[in-house]
């Protein structure tokens, strides 16, 4: 008997009009989310070669260790194409130095060459599915029973011998088996674009993450079709309903969320940046005056002269031609100052994450706020699913702290700030002494300092000074003069393959929620339909 | 006859069910959104006020160092959270706010790191250009979809042309009638959000804001109008009110969902411009190409002695440099806007889009707001040089080689801070609102006007039986 119901159902709605409006809504707006997606997501894997193959380049072209700084450029999750989450607003570049642990990632975001373009917004295959399928569930099931009660069928059905539940079932059971072939569809379609678009590799596990977005979907689309059943068994006539379904649409959809994000940015602060901004140099001050005490008690000078050198933030220095005490003096500062920046770097960590931590928990409060309705949940789900949530850019950004540690370990095995090839590239065989040095760059016409210096005090314009020892081209005293290092053994970040079911456990307990949520929604309507007045 | 008629829609109207909740859900609303702003507003003072008192605190600094260490270090002005972000926010938060200059040169702009959240998902203020775009709009359609459908299926639609009623006549009441509805819940929603607004906000309200109030209210009219029209074409265009909401309701995505989403598609695909990648490039090729024809000793720094003959050929290197890169970045800062502005034309189709960038206008904010600063701080950039050379030509021991980078070859002296001029954002003036506002209004009244006349044409062919 069920069966007849249900295929009676299903039939009805299929010869409906707003099956095929519904139909062609999904046909024209699916393909639409996927393809600008795609085409988003090629930009940012083209956007991601360029980054990557600088940072190679620049990590290889490098003479003293000094200037090793690798940068971490992470690759683009192809699942952003279903659901971009917060992927295309966070930076992708995480450039490692000594001097402060990473803590948020920069580079290029949705916005691209254009920081106006930011102000303008861009939907992804869930936000569309999140508007869709709740649209197609209520207007399938908000006249289920109010419609045939106006048109006299529902009294008709019940005088036979079925029981309300049965026919409960059946329409259930019906509208189930009209909106699944629209939810496959959507999905296989999507998965075609993906399959036939040239250059995107989708891995195994990526594809059981589409099935796993495919099941919180139905139970989605399962709240919906019960929040349209209980407005159905409660509403006197079938226009009351609709209407009322169509305010419930946009307030859950569109109205909860964007109340949630508003109220979390008002009523959960974040820590102002300048502020922070303002902590950090405070510290990186008191890290100079550390240092400056350092030099002073090991009777280190505070200025320095060189013959060639080259200097950068981050404790970047990189000197040739210079003598042998020269040289010394150098390496001596290196093997101070470095080890004093890795400890500040500890230290300014704690209220870099404390700011960090104020904008993660803004975000979540936006977050747990829009649970009050099933689309924030199903948001948050799908952006687990996609990897593209605020939890799987924080393990990332561990991960590249991890790398840090790994990184400033293999620096430290090396013992390389109390080493000349953290400043120079010359062999410390080949320093020379002043004299020595003098005598080459003058061609053998001083022996040594102090007859330069005799000499250089009686000229009236002191480029003169200059010009005489540049005399003579001597070889090592140009960073030209030398290969790259090789620093082939440096750590190297691996980023973390996409499993199954990594970092799945928060969004198992939202799916629950919804389906308690469906459950409650369904016994109310269950309880509603018994109590009904058919007549 | 018209007045009948519309007293009877209007009626009509008021004592349906949607009426009522839509009234409930606007208020709500709106109540919510000016809570939201009147915090956000705070905290958002509270933080520029900070920044502003460091900039005067670095500034004061500087120009007690010398009058030229103050002219060529970078500067950043901040522009202040907007009094009137609750009419429109424009989405500020996630528009440049700062302008970098010197009294050399305007380099730039930059959205001040922390006023968006990067973890939390791009969201829409709850400003009364939001709600009005997104919800009204919806609201106009919900009264409309059925007028002439939903009349026809209870047979009063043949009822009501029995009368010596013009089709005309009664199209153009339902429409008047469903805008006067969804105005007057508009109405009740603002003025609960003004109430609040000026109660517990944190500035008070300036007189302009009046001039602003009735801007918003004619351009959601419009807006709630154009809607009506949608929704009485998509009435006319079915038989049945099934078919029409679905029709309606197609259109609401089209045009509150679909089109305004894919502005960025649009503006890569459409409008590309260089990539900052290839400004980059230019910019160091320009400057190896000074550096290469600069003459030897170019480079040589003595900041000991002012007058040394090689400050005046860097400064001459320098200023080459400054204005090599200015020219590459001025052009690529132009082909922002204009692709900006060419992909809000290109979304102009839908009356969501016109109406958020009339809002704009209105409330005098976002984008409209940083082009005027951005003009107006090249103005005052030309008169804070002109400053900074009176200064120098007055000091004897100053050699006058302008250098835009470096602070050894012109004036040493301190300079008094209170006489510096300082850049002061102008509001916005009516002109300065009109001007776009008028484009936006041209093309959103003729599209009401074409598609009610669409529905006009159907309507009158319309079967009523």
């Known amino acids: 008997m069920i069966g007849t119901l249900v295929k009676k159902e299903f039939l009805t709605n299929l010869v409906a009009p707003r099956f095929i409006i519904v139909f062609v809504l999904c046909l024209v707006l699916i393909p639409f989310s996927v393809l600008i997606n795609i085409s988003g997501y090629r930009e940012r894997v083209a956007q991601y070669r360029i980054d990557r193959d600088a940072a190679e380049k620049a990590a290889a072209e490098v003479r003293v260790f000094s200037a090793v700084r690798p940068e971490i450029v992470l690759p683009p999750e192809p699942l952003s194409i279903f659901g971009k989450g917060i992927s295309d607003q966070v930076g992708h570049r995480v450039p490692i130095r000594l001097g402060e642990k990473p803590l948020l990632a920069e580079g290029k975001t949705a916005a691209g060459d254009n920081p106006f373009l930011a102000s303008f917004f861009a939907v992804d295959f869930v936000d569309i599915a999140a508007i869709v399928f709740s649209l197609l569930a209520l207007l399938f099931s908000y006249d289920a029973f109010s419609r045939e009660k106006e048109d006299g069928t529902l009294k008709l059905q019940l005088a036979n011998t079925l029981g309300r539940s049965t026919v409960l079932a059946g329409k259930l059971l019906g509208i189930l088996a009209t909106l699944l072939p629209v939810l496959v569809f959507s999905f296989a379609l999507s998965g075609l674009l993906i399959l036939f678009a040239r250059d995107l590799a989708f891995a195994a596990g990526d594809w059981g993450r589409i099935v796993l977005l495919f099941a919180a979907s139905l139970v989605y689309l399962a709240v919906f079709v019960f929040i349209g059943l209980v407005v159905s068994t409660r509403a006197k006539s079938s226009v009351t309903s609709l209407v009322v379904c169509l305010f419930l649409w946009v307030l859950l959809v569109f109205i909860v969320p964007a109340v949630a994000a508003n109220f979390a940015e008002s009523f959960v602060g974040v820590q102002s940046r300048d502020n922070l901004d303002r902590v950090l140099r405070d510290i990186d001050k008191q890290r100079e005056e550390t240092v400056s005490a350092a030099f002073r008690a090991q009777g280190i000078p505070e200025g320095w002269n060189c013959w060639w050198c080259s200097s950068g933030e981050d404790g970047y220095m990189e000197t040739y031609g210079n003598p042998r005490d020269g040289f010394e003096t150098f390496r001596r500062r290196a093997a101070i100052s470095e080890p004093i920046r890795l400890d500040y770097a500890d230290r300014k960590w704690a209220p870099a994450k404390a700011y960090a931590d104020s904008l993660a928990r803004q975000a979540r409060a936006a977050d747990r706020l829009s649970f009050a309705s099933p689309t924030g949940l199903f948001r948050a789900v799908a952006a687990a699913v996609c990897r593209t949530d605020l939890a799987a850019h924080e393990r990332l950004m561990d991960r590249t702290r991890r790398y840090r540690e790994t990184f400033v370990g293999w620096l430290r095995g090396k013992d390389i700030f109390a080493s000349y090839r953290w400043i120079t590239s010359a062999d410390p065989a080949t320093f020379k002494t002043t004299d020595e040095l003098i005598e080459r760059r003058t061609g053998g016409e001083f022996k040594s300092e102090r007859d330069f210096d005799a000499w250089a005090a009686k000229q009236p314009d002191f480029r003169t000074r200059w010009l005489k020892l540049s005399q003579v081209k001597v070889p090592g005293e140009n960073p030209d003069d030398y290969p790259y290092l090789d620093v082939s053994d440096r750590p190297r970040f691996e980023a973390p393959p996409g499993s199954l079911l990594s970092g799945l456990e928060p969004s198992v307990v939202w799916l629950g929620l919804m389906l308690v949520e469906a459950v409650i929604l369904f016994a109310v309507g269950y309880v509603g339909f018994i109590r009904y007045d058919v007549r | ?465």
Do not use: C
């Open chain 2, 1 to 465: 006859m018209f007045r009948t008629v519309l007293k009877r829609e209007i009626l009509h109207n008021l004592y349906s069910l949607r009426f009522l909740i839509s009234l409930g859900l606007l208020v709500t609303v709106f109540a919510a959104g000016a809570v939201s702003f009147v915090r956000s507003q705070a905290a958002a003072l509270e933080k520029y006020r900070a920044t502003r008192g460091e900039f005067f605190q670095t500034m004061r600094a500087r120009a007690s160092q010398g009058a030229t260490e103050l002219a060529v270090r970078r500067q950043t002005f901040t522009l202040k959270p907007r009094a009137n972000g609750f009419l429109g926010d424009a989405k500020e938060r996630y528009l440049p706010n700062a302008i970098v200059y010197s009294a050399w040169n305007v380099f730039g702009f930059e959205n001040r790191s922390g006023s968006a959240n990067p973890f939390l998902r791009k969201f829409d203020e709850l400003s009364w250009t939001y709600i009005t775009a997104l919800i009204v709009s919806f609201i106009a359609l919900l009264f409309t979809f059925d007028a002439v459908s939903g009349e026809k299926e209870t047979k009063t639609l043949a009822l009501s042309l029995a009368n010596a009623v013009s089709r005309g006549t009664l199209l153009a009441a339902k429409l008047a009638s469903a805008v006067l509805a969804v105005m007057a819940m508009v109405l009740a929603g603002a003025l609960t959000s003004l109430v609040i607004v000026v109660a517990l906000g944190p500035e008070g309200v300036s007189a302009a804001l009046a001039g602003e109030v009735l801007g918003y209210l004619a351009a959601a009219s419009l807006l709630a109008a154009t809607f009506a029209a949608f929704g009485l074409l998509a009435s006319v265009a079915s038989r049945g009110s099934n078919v029409s909401l679905l029709l309606a309701l197609s259109f609401w995505l089209a045009f509150a969902v679909v089109i305004p989403n894919s502005s960025t598609y649009l503006a890569k695909n459409l409008f590309p411009i260089d990539s900052s990648e290839t400004v980059e490039k230019n910019v160091a090729a320009a400057f190896d190409d000074l550096n290469k024809n600069a003459p030897p000793g170019s480079w040589m720094m003595n900041s000991g002695n002012p007058f040394l003959p090689q400050h005046e050929l860097r400064a001459d290197l320098q200023m080459k440099r400054m204005l090599a890169e200015k020219g590459i970045r001025d052009a690529s800062v132009r082909s922002m806007f204009r692709q900006f502005e060419r992909t809000r034309f290109a979304t102009a189709l839908s009356p969501v889009s016109l109406f958020e960038d009339l809002g704009e206008a209105v409330s005098g904010g976002g984008y409209l707001r940083f082009r005027k600063a951005w003009a107006d701080m090249h103005v005052y950039q030309k008169q804070f040089l002109a400053f900074f050379k009176a200064l120098d030509a007055a000091d004897k021991a100053s050699p006058h080689w302008f250098n835009p980078h470096e602070n050894v070859s012109t004036t040493r002296l301190p300079v008094a801070f209170e006489k510096v001029p300082q850049f002061e954002e102008r509001p916005m003036s009516f002109a300065d609102r009109a001007g776009p506002a008028a484009k936006y209004l041209l093309i959103n009244v003729f599209v009401l006007a074409a598609v009610y006349f669409l529905a006009f044409v159907l309507f009158v062919r319309y079967d009523v039986r």
